[in-house]
């Protein structure tokens, strides 16, 4: 199998000098493994904290141990009843070629039903982390303005779409104007807005004229900054992430507003609250998986993919995506 490990921490921004690559051989087939062909490798933002020896919610990947990472293979061989060589499944086998897993510790994929991508992004984990924020957290209520960042990514992009199947209005926030264009045209938003352009928050204002009830936070930084003066009262922000935040060495420029934030917190009683997805498992897994797969299947939502071909160049892929370079949601075509 050939493999990306960590090669060195970075400091800012992921570069050539984090990975390196390697080529080892597989141990042989034990009762209950399978032997897998990875064919698609994802690359998603949490990635960067596990680069990072900070504390988090999970621990780092070590100095020279695989990347991990969310993957979809091919069984070529199996000792596990229940799995036959030609199968699809679900792995967590991170960024290499090939790999032997325990065949309890995998799901089979159905490639008649979606694409197996699919597994990897709208019917997956980002997929799933849209659904139950918004739902669970978000709240959102028709006739709700519903906003969101990162729009044409996984998440965000589910995020819009299933706040406007729950009759709020959706709006989008996305880099540059190819990425905004497809947010009105590709997922129905009711309204989509550029953060890089100098007139973002006069854009933000004329798209929410009647103020902010749900923001879904991806970003953070000066989206965050821009949409907090447009909250209203009661509004719910389930936080989700910080994309603009994943590369800084330092704390941001400006004065502290967390007095001022906190202010605003109590006076327009705002509820805040964090979330990793895998929380929501028991209470929303197998309601995620039927309505979403109904959604999908019907066109109600839909999703974009950005395939980069070669795990070689899967650490430049993941470095161009939090900086917005992707625009879907990126996977690596292995092989
Ligand atoms: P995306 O495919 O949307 O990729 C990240 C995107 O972030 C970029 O494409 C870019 O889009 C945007 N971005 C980067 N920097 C900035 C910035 N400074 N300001 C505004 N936008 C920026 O990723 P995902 O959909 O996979 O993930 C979205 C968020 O959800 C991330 O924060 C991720 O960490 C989080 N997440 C959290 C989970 C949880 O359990 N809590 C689980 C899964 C994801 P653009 O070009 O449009 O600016």
Not at 179 to 203: I, N, S
Not at 307 to 316: I, K, Q
Not at 324 to 332: C, Q
Request: glycine letters at 12%; proline letters at 5%.
């Amino acid at each position: 199998t050939t493999q990306i490990l960590l090669a060195q921490r970075p400091v800012g921004e992921p570069d050539a000098a984090t990975f390196s690559t390697t080529t080892r051989s597989l141990p042989e087939l034990e009762e209950g493994q399978v032997a897998l062909a990875i064919r698609y490798l994802s690359l998603d933002p949490y990635m960067r904290g596990r680069l990072s020896a900070a504390k988090s919610y999970a621990a780092p990947v070590e100095i020279g141990d695989v990347m991990v990472g969310g993957t979809v293979g091919e069984v070529v061989e199996s000792r596990f009843d229940g799995l036959a060589p030609g199968d699809m499944v679900l792995s967590y086998s991170g960024w290499q070629s090939a790999d032997v897993v325990d065949g309890r510790h995998v799901r089979k994929l159905d490639p008649t039903l979606a694409p197996v991508t699919t597994a990897l992004g709208v019917l997956g984990m980002p997929g799933f982390t849209a659904y139950a924020g918004l739902l669970e957290i978000g709240r959102p209520k028709e006739g709700e303005t519903v906003v969101v960042a990162a729009a044409t990514g996984p998440v965000g992009s589910a995020v819009g779409q299933i706040a406007r199947i729950k009759g709020a209005r959706a709006v989008g926030i996305a880099g540059g104007p190819t990425k905004v264009r497809a947010l009105t045209e590709e997922f129905g938003f009711d309204a989509a807005l550029d953060h890089r352009a100098p007139d973002f928050r006069d854009q933000l204002k004329a798209a929410t004229p009647d103020g902010i009830d749900v923001y879904f936070e991806n970003v953070g930084g000066g989206v965050f900054d821009a949409v907090r003066r447009r909250l209203n009262t009661y509004a719910r922000i389930p936080v989700c992430g910080l994309v603009a935040n994943y590369n800084l060495t330092s704390q941001p420029e400006g004065p502290d507003q967390l007095a001022g934030f906190m202010g605003q917190v109590l006076t327009q009683s705002l509820t805040i609250r964090g979330f990793i997805q895998d929380e929501f498992t028991r209470s929303h897994g197998r309601d995620f998986v039927r309505e979403m797969g109904e959604w999908v299947a019907s066109g109600q939502v839909r999703y974009r993919e950005d395939v980069v071909e070669g795990l070689e160049n899967a650490g430049a892929a993941f470095a161009g995506m939090l900086r917005g370079d992707n625009f879907g949601k990126l996977v690596v075509k292995v092989s």
